[in-house]
């Protein structure tokens, strides 16, 4: 029995004040003698005040007056209860409080001072001396006045930069050595400078570091204009190319020389960025519209010489008919393709200047020639043909095209993934027709058909992303392959086997989850709420789930969740059709025996004798008052696992209870009933203003309801005592009741969740167009803890199979080794077990004294009559 009332939760602390803090931190620093004298260096004393912030707390009171109103609801009608009949009765009581934590959060708000105009961080920087205990203070001085650049200093150092550029450009060299080019006058970084500043922070500078010239002209804010010389200087050296390209009229000696410019342009840009690097790497980057020196340099390349219409054209056709060339058999330049294709790539215009009209050319050369074979040829050499142009074409896609592009540069005319993919059906049928002509053809088509199943099933069982999904994909997908099968591959039986296996295999990568699944997508058909499908349709579709469930391995774990979800069908009353849940336990029983269906079957038995024992009673028994009973008496062997809770029932219908208890073990002695108070429902009849209702509700709404006829306000604490209902079944239930779609009675503060101290009453103006409505108790999600408790009493019942067989086999063979005795044990059972499970089951077994370990041969087993 569960207590009377639950401990209300401990009430949270009460929020304490914090008090201001503040601390003076006074640095003095302290002399170190030496045998050599020091100086004394001043320290300063910086304050530090720590201004601590507290929560503050609010007192809100409210007062709430209420007029008595009169009492609506009537404990009228009928009540359903659920028994459980068993051997013994088990009790179980939990209880669980929360309290609430308030945190006090202290914030410091540091405060700097100022001196000679540089502003120090709160806190002093240290440096550890090398004896413990001993400390020298840094004194950070201001800056000294900013250097000035000489006078025509920056047109002087930008012409050096020109014609350094220039220089580059004509492939001359540099009359300038590269220390005047890369480096300025020693006067514009004063020796004086040992540290600097930025953003506050301290940070230490090399001394005798000379700048380079680019960095600079930065420092003194000319990047913009710098950056805008240079770009003038490239675009007007990339002008003048252009004119050179118009001189050769043969392709050949026009593609080197595009390269040569190629070439020499992305040398001549990295020499160029190597000097303006710093330029690079500050002032462009730090404004997100320029592009960087290297993406300049392409860009002028791509808009002055690429994008010219006759160059552009001249350089594509002279790129395809190389291609053509050596598809007719010739001899040319592979790296001189590479070099421009790679050159196409890099300026982004491979795609629209190349790839298409690349496939275009390939797909009518290669039409063309198809057509002109399949005339001149018999079937195997075509295939042959065939197999060495792919082969072919491998290798140019490998040897010519960039990296990104290899995937859309050439698509097998015959790639059997992508006519599975697209449902190609006539192309299929094409291709089987033409392996089929060919000795060994159908073989190396089955062995593609295998490997498609399995890559393809195995992205639908193994993403757990698709779980909600995968039931149905799998059947989809099952559909597909066999309309394949019959259209296009005639009914062959080596791919239908072969279909089978690779199903077998994919849909077991994944133990468990997909019977798991399996079961909840039966479930969800069979459901009173499911109005997809007719009884013919319904039908159909449990043949195609039985066929997916032919695959699995993990049938008792099919089993387990099946039971879990017929138990709720049947005891709510939401199956959609008996004959259809027989329907399903009959296939069951054809596929998997009758004992895999026996604990089902019982459970439509358990439901049938209800309604007869319940005949019974009525007639026998006078039932005191006008409630009506309906009681089903469930055998503990067939039904879940449910674990009982004690509440305070009225005497109503306590009295009721010992009625039937009383009638039941008159006929059935030796028998003993428990009560299982989750299970049961009523129908309540309730008067508001707008009229009379009836509710529909679990018996734990019903408590909670009928609370009200007997008073107008209550707190949660009151109804948790007064029911007994234990703390987390009894918040869902008054969230169900008052923040659902029918809020039957009101909650103050109003909010989705029931906190503690929260405060109920009777909604008198409680409207509805239906007359009997339904309120649904909000149920738990199914959380990892309930699936994996399932699956370990799965586990569990494996086990005894797993020893069954051990017996079976060790009766039947006397002396067995080990790996026999493993292998023979794989074949008899149905479901995949772990070598390490298998080695405990067997010494568990020793243990018992079933079998033992030769004396002679540890690796060999003796039964033991």
């Not at 503060?749 to 103006?765: I, L, T, Y």
Request: glycine share 4%.
């Amino acid at each position: 029995m569960f207590p009377t009332g639950l401990p209300s939760p401990n009430p949270p602390p009460p929020t304490q004040e914090a008090r201001p803090a503040a601390s003076d931190v006074n640095t003095d620093s302290s002399s170190i003698t030496n045998s050599k004298k020091r100086k004394i260096n001043r320290s300063e004393r910086e304050d530090i005040d720590s201004i601590s912030s507290s929560p503050k707390t609010h007192n809100s009171s409210s007062s709430s007056t209420s007029q008595q109103i009169q009492k609506k609801l009537r404990f009228e009608d009928s009540v359903d209860f659920i028994g459980l009949d068993v051997k013994m009765a088990e009790e179980s009581s939990s209880a669980s409080c929360s309290s609430n934590k308030t945190k006090t959060v202290f914030l410091a708000g540091v405060v700097g001072h100022h001196a000679n105009g540089l502003t120090k961080t709160a806190g002093s920087t240290t440096f550890s001396s090398s004896k413990p205990g001993a400390a020298k203070k840094l004194v950070i001085k201001n800056f000294k006045e900013k250097p000035k650049l000489p006078e025509n200093y920056t047109h002087e150092t930008w012409q050096k930069l020109k014609e350094a550029v220039e220089a580059i450009q004509n492939s001359t060299s540099i009359k300038y050595n590269l220390e005047e080019l890369y480096q300025v006058p020693e006067n514009l970084v004063p020796a004086s400078f040992p540290f600097r500043t930025v953003l506050g922070h301290v940070h230490s500078a090399p001394t005798g570091r000379k700048q380079t010239a680019v960095e600079n002209l930065c420092s003194h804010k000319i990047s913009a204009r710098l950056y805008k010389q240079l770009r003038v200087v490239c675009e007007d050296h990339i002008k003048a190319q252009i004119d050179q390209f118009r001189e050769y009229p043969f392709l050949t000696l026009f593609l080197k020389k595009i390269d040569n410019c190629w070439q020499d342009h992305c040398r001549q840009m990295i020499m160029i960025r190597s000097i303006f690097l710093f330029l690079d790497r500050t002032y462009v980057l730090q404004n997100s519209m320029l592009p960087s020196i290297w993406d300049m340099g392409l860009e002028l390349f791509r808009f002055y010489i690429i994008s010219d219409m006759k160059v552009q054209s001249k350089t594509i056709y002279g790129i395809l008919l190389l291609i053509e060339r050596e598809r007719s058999g010739e001899t040319i330049d592979r790296s001189l393709l590479r070099s421009l294709l790679s050159m196409l790539s890099d300026l982004q215009i491979y795609q629209d200047s190349f790839e298409q009209r690349f496939l275009e050319e390939t797909n009518r050369l290669y039409a063309a020639e198809g057509q002109r074979l399949m005339q001149e040829r018999e079937v195997p050499d075509y295939l042959h043909h065939v197999n060495k142009r792919l082969e072919e074409e491998a290798d140019r896609v490998i040897t010519y095209l960039d990296q990104k592009y290899k995937g859309l540069a050439f698509q097998k005319p015959m790639s059997l993934n992508h006519l599975l993919d697209e449902n190609r059906i006539q192309d299929l049928c094409l291709l089987y027709q033409l392996f089929s002509r060919v000795r060994g053809g159908v073989l190396v088509l089955l062995q593609h058909w295998i490997e498609y199943i399995k890559a393809f099933g195995s992205t639908i069982v193994i993403n757990p992303e698709k779980d909600k999904t995968m039931v149905q994909e799998l059947l989809d997908f099952k559909d597909k392959v066999d309309h394949i099968i019959d259209i296009c591959f005639i009914k062959n039986e080596k791919f239908v086997n072969a279909m089978k296996e690779a199903f077998e295999t994919f849909i077991n990568k994944r133990p468990n989850k997909p019977a798991e699944l399996i079961a909840k997508h039966v479930d969800s058909k069979l459901r009173a709420g499911n109005k997809e499908a007719t009884d013919e349709e319904l039908e159909k579709m449990l043949d195609k789930i039985m066929i997916i469930f032919r695959f699995i391995y993990g049938k008792d774990v099919f089993e387990a969740f099946y039971k879990k979800d017929l138990a709720k069908r049947l005891l709510v009353g939401k199956s959609a059709s008996v004959d259809a849940e027989k329907s399903m336990l009959s296939k069951l029983k054809h596929e998997c025996g009758a004992a895999f269906t026996s604990k089902l079957e019982g459970m439509f038995k358990d439901m049938e004798l209800s309604k007869d024992i319940m005949v019974q009673f009525k007639q026998c028994q006078n039932i005191p008052g006008n409630i009506e009973l309906t009681v089903n008496i469930l055998t503990m062997g067939y039904w879940p696992t449910y674990i009982p809770m004690e509440v305070h029932l009225p005497a109503e219908m306590v009295r009721l209870q010992e009625i039937f208890k009383t009638f039941y073990l008159g006929k059935h002695s030796g028998r003993k009933l428990q009560w299982q108070s989750t299970l049961g429902h009523c129908v309540l009849k309730a008067e508001f203003k707008e009229g009379k209702k009836e509710l529909q509700v679990s018996l734990f709404q019903t408590l909670v309801l009928l609370m009200f006829n007997e008073g107008e306000e209550f707190t949660l604490e009151e109804i948790k005592l007064a029911t007994g209902i234990e703390d987390g079944e009894l918040r869902r239930t008054l969230q169900s009741l008052a923040c659902g779609k029918a809020r039957v009675i009101h909650k103050v503060p109003k909010s989705k969740d029931v906190e503690d101290g929260d405060k109920f009453s009777c909604n008198d103006d409680f409207k509805h167009k239906l007359f009997r409505i339904k309120i649904n108790q909000i149920q738990m999600k199914e959380t990892v803890e309930e699936q994996a408790s399932t699956t370990e009493r799965v586990y569990q019942d494996r086990q005894y199979q797993i020893d069954a067989a051990i017996v079976r086999i060790m009766k039947m063979r006397k002396t067995l080794s080990h790996n026999l005795l493993v292998s023979e044990v794989y074949n008899q059972l149905k479901f995949p077990v772990k070598p390490a499970d298998l080695k405990k089951r067997i010494e568990s077994l020793i243990d018992r004294d079933y079998m033992e370990r030769d004396k002679e041969n540890p690796n060999q087993y003796n039964y033991v009559a």
